[in-house]
T-cell receptor, first 113, second 109 residues
Framework: DTAVSQTPKYLVTQMGNDKSIKCEQN?????MYWYKQDSKKFLKIMFS???????INETVPNRFSPKSPDKAHLNLHINSLELGDSAVYFC????????????FGPGTRLTVT | AQRVTQPEKLLSVFKGAPVELKCNYS??????LFWYVQYSRQRLQLLLR??SRESIKGFTADLNKGETSFHLKKPFAQEEDSAMYYC???????????FGTGTRLQVTL
């Protein structure tokens, strides 16, 4: 009965590789997000999708490409990984684009070596 | 541009002592403010929001527009309150949440 799930939980890879993180929500929400939490625990929004359409792109390098095949899924693909991409990535969802509660996934810890 | 400031990285209090986690914001529009909490090994979750004006787990937060603050308070800290607390500001129609840098609350015996 997990509301927002992410796979994988941990991802260790080398610089230059391409990797994907998947996110699924079963709450029937219209809006989904990707956040990055750095080593100092600072949480920053990367992308937001509403009804499969991109509505927020916070000047993220274009090596990061989100894809929303349907309202319940928002995947994050990262090309040519760099050391600075090491972080915890959180997916979240909310019922709409207003000031609604956001429900977070458990996070994916990405380590680039 | 909007900004959320949480001046304390770590706040350590004794069990039973009052707690105040500070949050200040900068935003030219009408703010919608939230507190989110992350307990150890758990996901980030909403603690409370200013529009509902409720008390959750004994915590309250009042929006002070004059001081642009939304401090989180609890009269008597419990061990289970130990967690990472984030203040967040919702802006615009695109549902953007801007988070503060977080404050780790440590409640000791």
């Amino acid at each position: 009965d997990t509301a927002v799930s992410q796979t994988p939980k941990y991802l260790v890879t080398q610089m230059g590789n391409d990797k994907s993180i998947k996110c699924e929500q079963n709450l029937g929400h219209d809006t989904m997000y990707w956040y990055k939490q750095d080593s100092k625990k600072f949480l920053k929004i990367m992308f937001s999708y509403n009804n499969k359409e991109l509505i927020i792109n916070e000047t993220v390098p274009n090596r990061f490409s989100p894809k929303s095949p349907d309202k319940a899924h928002l995947n994050l693909h990262i090309n040519s990984l760099e050391l600075g991409d090491s972080a915890v990535y959180f997916c979240a969802s909310s019922q709409g684009t207003g000031p609604y509660e956001q429900y977070f996934g458990p996070g994916t810890r990405l380590t680039v070596t | 541009a909007q900004r959320v400031t949480q001046p304390e990285k770590l706040l350590s209090v004794f069990k039973g002592a009052p707690v105040e986690l500070k949050c200040n914001y900068s935003y030219s529009g009408s703010p919608e403010l939230f507190w989110y909490v992350q307990y150890s090994r758990q996901r980030l979750q909403l603690l409370l929001r200013h529009i509902s004006r409720e008390s959750i787990k004994g915590f309250t937060a009042d929006l002070n527009k004059g001081e642009t603050s939304f401090h989180l308070k609890k009269p008597f800290a419990q061990e289970e309150d130990s967690a990472m607390y984030y203040c967040a500001l919702h802006t615009g129609t695109a549902s953007k949440l801007t988070f503060g840098t977080g404050t780790r609350l440590q409640v000791t015996l």
